[in-house]
């Protein structure tokens, strides 16, 4: 099944204790990005990578870290929480087609962190 | 820069009512044009898109049409069920990989 996988689903942690969220993808794309999701503000892109060892920063990549060293994988760093980032986080996937051609993005199911 | 604007919820509707969700947007060359659907607990899903002028997208009983001369895409649906509660979001393919997405309007139907 296509799918794209994200690790934990929820996370409390507190200020300062670094953390890894894993995204992993089995459709072979070379797109992958991550987004928070706030209310009222939708969601926001925080890095993207368009294959291995490329990335790049989104909307909102202050705090964040990531890293791309397999097609399939794209985890998602924060180095020093901050009860800021508390937030819906979605990991995504798409074909290289880009999506001003129609290319769907894929998502991960969430993962609810919370930083104390 | 480009951007999506959509109508603020929640949206309450009766089961087989008619359904309208507004969406905007502004947007430099030739956008592809998205509605994802986010159920509860659950990632986003792409419920229907539209790659050009004049086009309509539909599934499930939705449909949007690409209007280019009012920058809108709308998304309409003639009959709810209670199973099509959720946010809804629309979304504009700008260039090359990045997706902006609008706030999200929430839609609840009550049986």
């Known amino acids: 099944e296509a799918q794209v996988t994200q690790n934990p689903r929820y996370l409390i942690t507190v200020t300062g204790k670094k953390l890894t969220v894993t995204c992993s993808q089995n459709m072979n794309h070379e797109y992958m990005s991550w987004y928070r999701q706030d209310p009222g503000l939708g969601l926001r892109q925080i890095y993207y990578s368009m294959n291995v060892e490329v990335t790049d920063k989104g909307d909102v990549p202050e705090g964040y870290k990531v890293s791309r060293k397999e097609k399939r994988n794209f985890p998602l760093i924060l180095e020093s929480p901050s009860p800021n980032q508390t937030s819906l986080y979605f990991c995504?996937?798409?074909?290289?087609?880009?999506?001003?051609?129609?290319?769907?993005?894929?998502f991960g199911q969430g993962t609810r962190l919370t930083v104390v | 820069g480009d951007s999506v604007t959509q109508m603020e919820g929640p949206v309450t509707l009766s089961e087989e009512a008619f359904l309208t969700i507004n969406c905007t947007y502004t947007a430099t060359g030739y956008p592809s044009l998205f509605w994802y659907v986010q159920y509860p607990g659950e990632g986003l899903q792409l419920l229907l898109k539209a790659t050009k002028a004049d086009d309509k997208g539909s599934n499930k009983g939705f449909e949007a049409t690409y209007r280019k001369e009012t920058t809108s895409f709308h998304l309409e649906k003639g009959s709810v069920q209670v199973s099509d509660s959720a946010v809804y979001f629309c979304?504009?393919?700008?260039?090359?990989?990045?997706?902006?997405f609008g706030a999200g309007t929430r839609l609840f139907v009550k049986a």
């Open positions: 979304a504009l393919g700008a260039g090359g990989f990045k997706t902006i």
């Open positions: 995504a996937s798409s074909l290289s087609l880009g999506t001003a051609n129609g290319a769907e993005a894929f």
